[in-house]
């Protein structure tokens, strides 16, 4: 709670509005969560591997009792379910492929949960912060944040993180929706050990 106080009276100061004008950025962040709640949104998720396409889609994404839920709107068939022929040697590959997408569903999730741990309220407890033109710039471990305090949301935050111990790039653009709550837009993920990149838009925001 101090961090947070002191993270928000840095924040007023670059400003130089009147302490209490705003919240903390982390409380922001988790604040703005919640808002988002209120909304039924469409996203586009498309991965790459070695450089070539390995499957995109689409869902409907709302909260129901809280929870998040997702419903596919298009899921393309991908280059390699036509490949492989019938008999034993085809359900051989398309057992291989049924095994490799399974592994890409529990990266995808492993790299959402990572994700959304920085996104939340906690990240920001041991930050610090600088002026930069008219923004603010929020350092904190693994993580660098441009917050635009004319705003008062994020611009872009980069996260240089691990995951089962390979390094993690992640690189989000936020956008605003009318009533004022932001939201991520375009979110890019990529492990360049595993040569792996994941792409993910949202839009069509929509209350209710």
Known sequence: MKTLIALFLATAAIAQTPAGSDLAIGQKMKQNAEALRQYTYKRRTSIEAKGQPRGARLDLVRYVDGKMETVPLESPQ???????????RGKLVQKKIEKKKEE???????LTALLHTYLSAGSFEKATMSKVGDDVKVVAPNMTLIWSV???RPVSMDIHAELDGKPVQMKIEFATLPDGSFYNAHTR????????????????????
Do not use: C
Not at 78 to 88: C, F, I, M
Not at 104 to 110: A, D, L
Not at 189 to 208: E, Q, R
């Open 78 to 88: 991908r280059p390699e379910q036509s490949a492989g022929g019938r008999g034993l």
């Open 104 to 110: 890409m569903k529990e990266e995808r999730e492993k």
């Open 150 to 152: 004319a705003n008062h």
């Open 189 to 208: 993920i990529s492990m360049p050990k595993k040569d792996l990149v994941i792409n993910i838009d949202t839009f069509d925001y929509t209350k209710g």
